[in-house]
């Protein structure tokens, strides 16, 4: 198998103010990352990580998931050493989903809540798994589908290259079928977009790759545009790879329609490892928050009684204390 066909689209969106996406289109690989750490932080993390990809060389002579899984944690080393050094970088981190063509397979990398589809005879799978908040609360049953698509914490990710010295990064191959298409994107895209939406997009556009990328960038902007977003999809097909490498340029300043629509930047992404999140966050809507709030009234009333039952026995002290002097 080869890359038949490819292409991308990136936008800042509508309510931040830079992106902080970049994304790698060098085939037979491709890759997209988000990055985090506010001002510029986030940015400089993501170009980073793209960059490693880029160059490939600290992978050797190593192919598919050694490969990828040897790319990640090179672009891991990199990103934390730079966030380590330079005080204006500190806490930076980005997320990676990275997708590499070898023969019959295609060798998926990830890390973080960017995300690999596979779209195969009118169907689409969700490959990655999200390393998020809302996505270990939706496993242990916590929240529902319904409830995680609109949860407030549902920009917390609970891993990051760049945020500690090592990442565990999920890596795994897929058989891949003549005329399969893959997607990587962003989370602006899939917070914005429903699945079955973006299945329809690309089903509208199967013929041209181009135009469906275009397309769901723009629906995400009409969803709301909360976050930056890039779609990343390529086709695979039986013979020779195409020779002709076509990137967009990441937009890095917003137009004028961009930054009236929102004039504060959004509320950036945040890491809580898997195991602090019951010590780090009290789950709104979990049964431990709402048993919570059903205490809290009951709390408040016992205060106010404490605080009149203490009001009336100074009041009989005065009362007793005055009637002694009289007498």
């Not at 997607?183 to 899939?190: E, H, K, N, P, R």
């Not at 089903?203 to 890039?230: F, P, Q, S």
Request: with cysteine.
């Amino acid at each position: 198998m080869a890359v038949g066909s490819y292409a991308v689209a990136s936008d800042t969106g509508r309510k931040r103010r830079r992106n902080e996406d970049n994304y790698v289109v060098t085939p037979p690989l491709f890759a997209v990352a988000d990055g985090m750490g506010g001002a510029q932080a986030g940015e400089v993390a993501s170009k980073l990580a793209a960059s490693t990809l880029e160059g490939g060389e600290d992978a050797g002579a190593l192919s598919g998931v050694e490969r990828v899984a040897a790319l990640i944690q090179e672009a891991n080393r990199r990103v934390y050493e730079r966030s380590t050094s330079d005080p204006a970088a500190s806490g930076m981190g980005t997320t990676m989903t990275v997708a590499v063509v070898e023969g019959m397979t295609v060798v998926i990398g990830h890390v973080g809540d960017s995300r690999a589809y596979l779209v195969r005879e009118g169907r689409m799978e969700q490959l990655t798994e999200d390393h998020s908040l809302v996505n270990e609360l939706l496993k242990s049953g916590k929240l529902s589908p319904e409830e995680a698509h609109v949860h407030p914490q549902r920009s917390v990710i609970t891993r990051a290259v760049g945020t500690d010295p090592d990442v565990d990064a999920d890596a795994f191959t897929i058989d891949a079928h003549d005329g399969d298409v893959f997607l990587l994107c962003s989370d602006g895209l899939t917070d914005m977009v429903e699945d079955e939406d973006i299945l329809d997009l690309l089903h509208r556009h199967r013929d041209d790759l181009d135009r469906a990328v275009k397309a769901l960038v723009a629906a995400a902007n009409r969803g709301g545009g909360e976050d930056n977003i890039t779609a990343v999809a390529f086709r695979v097909a039986p013979g020779e790879p195409v020779e002709e490498t076509r990137r967009l340029p990441v937009q890095t300043e917003p137009d004028e329609e961009t930054m009236e629509a929102v004039p504060e930047p959004a509320v950036d992404t945040m890491v809580i490892p898997p195991d602090r999140i019951d010590a780090e966050l009290l789950e709104a809507g979990s049964p431990e928050a709402r048993a919570a709030a059903r205490r809290e009234p009951a709390d408040t009333s016992a205060r106010v009684r404490l605080a009149l039952t203490m009001v009336g026995l100074l009041a009989v002290a005065i009362a007793l204390l005055a009637w002694g002097l009289l007498r």
